[in-house]
């Protein structure tokens, strides 16, 4: 009878997830942080989805201040979202880097124009990394698409991206090259 309650009880406990954390810093003062978690199995996949997160959610700034926030938990029926992720190389592919049609679209389509009045969104394409909001384009934000976008194991310590710890999700440098005497 234990036994068998507790196999009811692992088989009813949720799947281990990995969790991810991520800086973003755009131009003229514009950056976003957020959180995403998918399966653990996936840690060694290819690419994952939109289809295969769990959990995920994205705040945006403006020079340190809070301009909005979007996430998947009360993502309504319209809102623009699709994701690539590269678990084993810990990034975002960007432009030429992502297999397919699309790059990011997180409540904010290749227009950057729809994420709804009062709301939020982030959006990379072949044009620009950049935010949305109040169902504009925030021309302002953006950088060149092919940015480089790295996630991190421990959440920012700032919205500024400035931290040691996005630092440390970069690959290494290569070895300095010593001059032959």
Do not use: K
């Not at 729809?114 to 909001?133: H, I, P, S, T, V």
């Amino acid at each position: 009878m234990i036994r068998a309650a507790l196999g009811l009880a692992l088989l009813a406990s949720p799947a281990p997830a990995a969790t991810v954390h991520f800086c973003w810093l755009g131009a003229n003062g514009y950056s976003m942080t957020g959180t995403m978690e998918f399966p653990d199995a996936l840690r060694e996949a290819d690419m994952i989805t939109e289809r295969d997160v769990t959990a995920f959610r994205i705040v945006g700034y403006l020079h340190g201040e809070v301009i909005g926030s979007w996430d998947m938990a009360t993502r309504e029926p319209g809102d623009t979202w699709y994701l690539r992720y590269f678990p084993r190389d810990w990034h975002f592919p960007t432009n030429g880097e992502v297999p397919g049609p699309f790059d990011q679209g997180w409540n904010a389509d290749g227009t950057a124009t729809d994420c709804g009045e009062g709301r939020f969104g982030f959006n990379a394409g072949n044009y620009a990394q950049d935010f949305c909001l109040d169902g504009r384009w925030v021309e302002e934000s953006g950088v060149p698409p092919a940015t480089p976008f790295i996630a991190q194991p421990t959440p920012p310590a700032d919205p500024g991206c400035q931290a040691p710890a996005l630092l440390s999700a970069l690959p290494p440098a290569p070895p300095l090259l010593q001059p032959r005497g």
